[in-house]
Each structure stands twice: as C-alpha cells, then as structure tokens.
C-alpha cells in the first residue's frame, strides 16, 4: 500500500519536473536552439501543426537558425508563423532557406526572463508540494480505514517528504543553471 502511493507519487513528481524541463527550453536565451520554434505552429492543409513537421529546423551558427520547408510552397506559411508567434523573432525569406536570427539580450529583458524562469520554478514546486499532501492524506485515509498502521503511516510520510525534498532540489538545481544561462553574455 504505502509503496504504491510512494511509486505513483514519485512518477507525478517526475512528470512536474519534466514539465518544468519544457518551459524552460521555452524561454530563450542569447543562444539558438532548434527547440524554440517547435511550439510555433502552421496551417498545413487545413490543420495546424508544428514548424518542425513540415520542415527541417537547424542551427546555422549560433545564434541564427535554418527552417528549410519540404513543400515550397510552405516557405511564406512557416515565415508568417515564426514572425506571428510570440517570440519576437524576425525571420528572413533566403528563396530555398528561410534565416531566423537570435537578437541580443538587453540587461533589462535577462531580468525580466530570470523572473519568469523563477515563476515557473515556484509553480513546479508548488505542484510537488500539492503532490506531497495528496500522499500524505491518501495514508491518513488508509489508517482510518486501518489498511495500515501508525507507525507504517509515519514512515510513509518520510518517505514522501524526502521525494518531495530530492525533487524541489532538482528544480532549484534547473533554476540555477537557467538563471545562469540567461545572465551569461
């Protein structure tokens, strides 16, 4: 009993930290990477999908990114999409290529994204920590229908709450190295 709670709270505590994982590849730093435009979508034949099913992104240097569509006729499809999305890119039309530069980070919007990141880190720990006590009142549930003991209850909430500790540090460890990422120049 406790080590089904303790297994399938560990798997959504994963699944937070992954999410978490996601939205930083989200935020952009000074860098190109081809992960920032696989949430900008595209009509395709009447359907909506992402840049990165109807063409190849890759990285030219390091700070412009290719998008070479399959279909030419998708060149000025996917360039409206990237310049509409909200990443304030501004992609250039190369006839076969289409060019998307990075633009320098000002000081001021490193700050602003560090908050962001921090944002989005406190709303995963928050999510662990949510976690934590749906474990602890599903043992506190299993006493009172004395599936488990005290004692199996008590240790079942060490158990969880080192889960939930090893977890928020690895959160605060991707923070770290997000922050440091976007302060670098």
């Given at each position: ?6 297994k399938?709270?560990e ?14 590849a ?20 009447g359907s ?9 992104v890759?990285?030219i240097d ?7 569509a399959w ?24 006839g076969?290529?289409i ?16 908050k ?8 995963a720990?928050i999510?662990?920590?949510n ?7 599903q043992?506190?549930d299993a ?6 003991s ?9 158990e969880?709450?080192?889960l939930?500790d090893r977890?928020?540090?690895?959160i ?9 990422e976007l302060?670098q120049?």
């Amino acid at each position: 009993m406790i080590s089904e709670i303790k297994k399938t709270t560990e798997q959504k505590m994963n699944k937070s930290v992954e999410a978490l994982k996601l939205d930083l590849a989200k935020v952009r730093t000074g860098r190109a990477h081809t992960g920032l435009l696989d949430h900008v979508m595209v009509e395709y034949y009447g359907s909506m999908v992402p840049v990165n099913q109807v063409a190849n992104v890759t990285l030219i240097d390091a700070r412009t990114i290719g998008v070479q569509a399959w279909e030419k006729p998708m060149l000025a499809k996917v360039e409206k999409a990237i310049r509409d999305s909200d990443l304030g890119l501004n992609p250039a039309n190369m006839g076969e290529i289409i060019r998307v530069p990075m633009p320098a980070l000002t000081e001021e919007r490193r700050r602003d994204l560090t908050k962001v990141v921090r944002t989005e880190g406190e709303s995963a720990k928050i999510a662990v920590r949510n976690l934590r006590r749906d474990a602890n009142q599903q043992l506190k549930d299993a006493v009172k229908e004395k599936l488990i003991s005290e004692d199996d209850e008590r240790r079942g909430e060490d158990e969880i709450q080192k889960l939930t500790d090893r977890h928020v540090g690895e959160i605060d460890k991707l923070l770290a190295q997000k922050e440091q990422e976007l302060m670098q120049i």
